[in-house]
């Protein structure tokens, strides 16, 4: 790894906690919930620090399983602090904020398999768990719902997906727009993931998944101005061919802070997100005549 690549990763992660405040006028709810508890949960990586945020009388809630953004450099789970309070206050559920590791500490697929042996520690005993995240949380998410799938783990209620990065193997081009750089994406694959190869595989770069049947229903937010937005509604549309229930919502005129950015339509559009999770959450009625 390039020393400079290394200095830069550093300090952004030092300073992530002073620098990452782009929630604070989206805390529409759930301002008044308690400090989250932390507790560690083992992985295949070793034990990993999960916030969790806890509606009055949560009792047996389903859990939602959240990962944050970051580019996998910036180890910060409070800077969804306002998102995790909001769902767990309007959505019902137990939120799982999970603080995975991140590069230069580690490299691809650590955070993948970290943030799955989380959601499937939630759902043993037949918890009803979802899992979600945003930008590339919300490539997490649906790394998550892959590696469920495919190793017969747990079955997510649902997966949202929230202007996420779903395509860590297409080269940056110098000259895109928008918020995210072609500078950070080429960081991010030089420090996380340096080995080339990697990048196609399907846990780092969901859209490039052969098949996709069999996955939870989805909720997928992308942004219209956004550089991911072509990544996200790709992978709505091949989820939807693959015959996945999908909800896409795309927020007009914004770029990748997209609830942040357009505060007055991002009540709408947390409401329903939380909506999904509710409902995702709720038991399954046994059909008529069965016990």
């Not at 910036?74 to 800077?79: E, K």
């Not at 750089?181 to 859209?207: C, F, H, I, T």
């Not at 939807?240 to 229930?245: F, L, N, P």
């Amino acid at each position: 790894m390039r020393l400079a690549d290394r200095l830069r990763v550093e300090t952004m992660r030092a300073t992530a906690r002073f620098t990452v405040s782009y929630g604070d006028n989206l805390r529409f709810a759930g301002t008044d919930l308690p400090a989250p508890e932390k507790v560690r949960v083992p992985t295949r990586h070793g034990r990993v620090p999960v916030h969790l945020y806890r509606p009055p009388g949560a009792g047996d809630a389903a859990v939602h399983v959240h990962l944050h953004g970051g580019a996998f450099l910036m180890r910060h789970p409070a800077m969804d602090d306002w998102w995790c309070r909001y769902l767990a206050a309007t959505a019902g559920v137990v939120v799982a904020n999970v603080d995975f590791e991140v590069a230069p500490r580690v490299a691809y697929p650590v955070a993948q398999h970290q943030a799955h042996d989380v959601a499937a520690s939630f759902a043993r005993d037949g918890a009803r768990v979802s899992v979600g995240g945003f930008s590339s949380g919300g490539g997490l998410a649906a790394s998550v719902a892959l590696q469920a799938r495919d190793s017969g783990s747990f079955t997510p209620t649902l997966q949202v997906l929230g202007i996420p990065s779903l395509d860590l193997a297409a080269e940056p081009r110098d000259g895109d727009p928008g918020m995210i750089s072609p500078a950070l994406r080429r960081l991010v694959r030089r420090v996380y993931l340096p080995d080339p190869a990697s990048r196609r595989e399907p846990y780092a770069s969901p859209l490039l998944a052969d098949d996709l049947t069999g996955l939870p229903p989805a909720v997928v937010l992308t942004a219209e101005r956004d550089i991911l937005r072509a990544e996200g509604d790709a992978y709505a549309e091949r989820l939807r061919a693959a015959g996945v229930r999908v909800v896409h919502d795309v927020t007009p005129g914004v770029d990748h802070y997209f609830l942040t950015e357009d505060p007055v339509r991002a009540r709408t559009t947390m409401a329903m997100v939380a909506a999904e999770v509710r409902a995702a959450g709720q038991p399954r009625m046994a059909p008529p005549g069965r016990s």
